[in-house]
């Protein structure tokens, strides 16, 4: 007589609740009522009183940080970056923006990354104004993020919508998920770099952009 296959075992723990998508694919925003329980929620978590005089007004104020906290949400970078212009005069150097400044989140434990962000770009006939690159920073700073899908991000669209020669991303960040929690390493910071283009494949270019944004460490760079 023939076994039957033994069942696989369920995986302990609650079962992950199913999230309403809208028509976009995203998962549907709750009201600005339920954001608010949901930080009630937190505060009696953490062993406080959310109907405290202290605290009363804290799930309204925590909700108007998120919508700034993650504003990028709501932002296209791809749209950004369309207009672009092709009078330039025959320029095709570097172009660099450098030490911009940036906060983030990181996805896993909602803690702060802040940090700065160096973006260069090769021009291929055509340029974009300067603060649209800070904005392309802004709109992925701005989400849940890991510090090495956002380099990625950055260049990678920058790459795809100006067709440029070459494109190159540096972030130096300290992440509050290591400083104030686990390892408690204050005073470290990750740096992550994507090049492409000439930036990747020539190494007189990657080392004049690495110096002009005063790395010291040019010579260790790796792509993510």
């Given at each position: 007589m023939t076994k039957r296959p033994a069942k696989p075992e369920r995986a302990s723990g609650p079962r992950p609740r199913l999230v309403k998508k809208n028509g976009n694919g995203l998962p549907e925003k709750p009201s600005r009522e339920e954001a608010e329980?949901?930080?009630?929620?937190?505060?009696?978590w953490a062993g406080d009183d959310p109907s405290r005089e202290g605290l009363l007004g804290?799930?309204?104020?925590?909700?108007?940080?998120?919508?700034?906290?993650?504003?990028?949400?709501?932002?296209?970078?791809v749209e950004v970056l369309q207009r672009t212009f092709e009078e330039t005069g025959g320029y095709d150097e570097m172009v660099i923006l450098r030490d911009m400044r940036f906060e983030s989140h990181c996805e896993h434990h909602l803690a702060p990354i802040i940090g700065r962000a160096h973006i260069a770009y090769l021009p291929n006939k055509r340029v974009i104004g300067i603060s649209k690159l800070a904005r392309v920073l802004d709109i992925y700073s701005k989400r849940l993020q890991i510090q090495e899908k956002m380099t990625a991000q950055i260049a990678n669209t920058?790459?795809?919508?100006?067709?440029?020669?070459?494109?190159?991303v540096v972030i130096d960040a300290a992440h509050?998920?290591?400083t104030t929690r686990g390892v408690h390493k204050p005073g470290m910071s990750m740096v992550t770099s994507r090049?492409?283009?000439l930036f990747?494949?020539?190494?007189?270019?990657?080392r004049e952009f690495l110096a002009?944004?005063?790395?010291?460490?040019?010579?260790?760079?790796?792509?993510?």
């Open positions: 329980d949901a930080v009630r929620t937190l505060i009696r804290t799930p309204d104020r925590v909700t108007r940080a998120y919508e700034e906290f993650f504003g990028g949400y709501g932002e296209d970078p920058i790459d795809e919508v100006l067709q440029p020669k070459g494109v190159a509050q998920c290591m090049m492409l283009g990747r494949t020539d190494a007189r270019t990657r002009i944004i005063g790395h010291p460490a040019a010579s260790t760079m790796v792509n993510v």
